[in-house]
């Protein structure tokens, strides 16, 4: 982390300027997280943190949690982001979970076309991810429990949606094998 100092400083003060446009700073990245809580209190304004992030113990979450406890607020999207928090951060935050408009986004009519392209039975059982294919969500684990679910002699195939979020094509190309 000692190395990120200098390029926090630059960051911080290229923001201090922006944030004093603005009435509030926002940062949804847990790496920019202290720059713009840093940012917005040099510029006089209020920080508001967006928390979608699950950190790997240690040095990030401290951090993570310091930029909590200083800003004027934070958000988290879930519990387990919530819960990964210290102890002080917690007093900042809120679990607001990010929703969905159920009427504008409700299933229609099943495609059979969609699904045969998926699946060559129709009757098996299909599971779909939908998101970042990053490590931490858990698609390894996935994968592992279809296949034991397949050995069992349940049908169950596994459609994935999505690309990794920083270039991390080693992880998919071992997510094919």
């Known amino acids: 982390f000692i190395s ?22 926002h940062s949804n990245d847990w790496m920019t997280h202290v720059d713009v809580v840093l940012a917005a209190r040099l510029a006089g304004r209020p920080s508001l943190l967006e928390l979608h992030d699950i950190v790997p113990p240690g040095g990030g979450r401290l951090v993570m949690s310091s930029a909590v406890s200083t ?4 958000v988290a999207v879930s519990e387990a982001v919530f819960e990964q928090l210290g102890p002080l951060a917690r007093r900042k935050a ?26 060559a039975d129709p009757r098996a059982l299909l599971v779909a991810v939908v998101g ?3 490590r931490e969500k858990g698609i ?3 994968i592992e429990a279809l296949g034991s679910l397949r050995r069992s002699g349940v049908d169950v195939h596994l459609a994935v949606v999505g690309a ?3 270039n991390d094509a080693a992880f998919v190309d071992a997510l094919h094998t």
């Open 164 to 166: 990794p979020a920083k």
């Open 71 to 74: 800003a004027n607020a934070a």
């Open 140 to 142: 390894g684990e996935l």
């Open 4 to 25: 990120q100092v200098p390029k926090s400083m630059r960051a911080v003060k290229a923001l201090i300027g922006k944030v004093r446009s603005f009435d509030v700073g």
């Open 94 to 119: 809120r679990v607001v979970h990010q929703g969905v408009d159920s009427v504008r986004f409700s299933p229609g009519v099943a495609d059979p076309s969609i699904r045969a392209e998926l699946s």
């Open 132 to 134: 970042r294919l990053d």
